[in-house]
């Protein structure tokens, strides 16, 4: 098998949550697994949403929780030039455009748009040109200007490790998506591509949330020249009991709120065994389940995290560890 290299990108916003955790650890046993070289990025382009030390949080907590890498950690914000040449690119191809559109703009000429989602509304298309201009790129980062991908009225298919075959029409779902934002910094869409690109990641594991993403990435490979794409594997989320993503409306999650009830590092992991298929003892290290992981034993469906989980989690934790894989005496 060729030379292969996954990544770890954790977003400071705010602390690691138990779904963090199970996502970073399935990531990781799989590259260790297979082989692949890991490398450690920091997504820090979020503008206002970015924590201060929220990134050596997350750090010091994959580490606690007994992960480790190849390389890095790298940041986004540290160097913000490849995102920019790429937009310059893009500028020069006449492929993207400056947008001014307010949200509340949007959603009103967005209500009758049939492929309007709940999180994120299809974009009308109010500031694109009627054919292709080559745009200034001296405009790119003026303050108050956003800029929009021209997205084909065409689908883009790929292939995921665990979902199969997808087909999506990215101008019917979401439209001609933003690759700048009006903070003047490059968009996760584009800034992820970029990075993956220059960094020679060749294998995407993440959560399913971003299953939506991906055929707008594969259109910013294609146009910026970028060859070869990714195998992405999309990971079935950990979500509350109302069906939604982990968040705080399902109480406190977080990697470290445990860690201050005195939750060991092997009991978290041992939750985290439980929800991917392993056998639920007491307490399991990161290096047993990486042992004894095995990827088709991974549960098709999202996990739900219940009352019973978070009572279970902080019951006993300082007993004397007991694993399903511990020798017999």
Known sequence: MAFQKTRLAPSPTGALHLGNARTFLLTWALARQQGWRIVLRIDDLDGPRIKPGADQQAIETLRWLGLDWDEGPYYQSHDLQPYFDALRHLAEQGLIYPCRCTRAEIEAASLSAPHAGEHELRYPGSCR??????????????????????????????SDRRAGQRRHDVQQEVG???????????????????DDARQGITQVVRGD????????????YRALGL???????HLPLVVGPDGRRLA????????????????????IIALLARWSGLPAGDRLSAAEFLRHFDWDRLPADRVVFTT??????????????????????
């Open 176 to 194: 001609d998506f933003l690759v700048a934002t009006k903070l003047g910094l490059p968009s996760y869409q584009l800034a992820v591509v970029v």
């Open 308 to 329: 019973a989980d978070d009572l279970w989690l902080a019951s006993s934790p300082f007993a004397p560890p007991s694993s399903p894989f511990a020798p017999r005496k």
């Open 129 to 158: 040109p009627a054919q292709l201009v080559t745009a200034d790129p001296a405009l790119l980062g003026q303050p108050d200007l956003a800029w929009r991908i021209r997205v084909p009225d065409e689908p883009v298919e790929f």
């Open 227 to 233: 060859g070869n794409v990714p195998q992405y594997t």
């Open 248 to 267: 705080k409306r399902h109480g406190d999650t977080r990697i470290d709120h445990y860690r201050q009830q005195g939750v060991p590092a092997e009991r």
């Open 209 to 220: 949330d971003l299953l939506s993403s991906t055929p707008r990435q594969l259109l910013l």
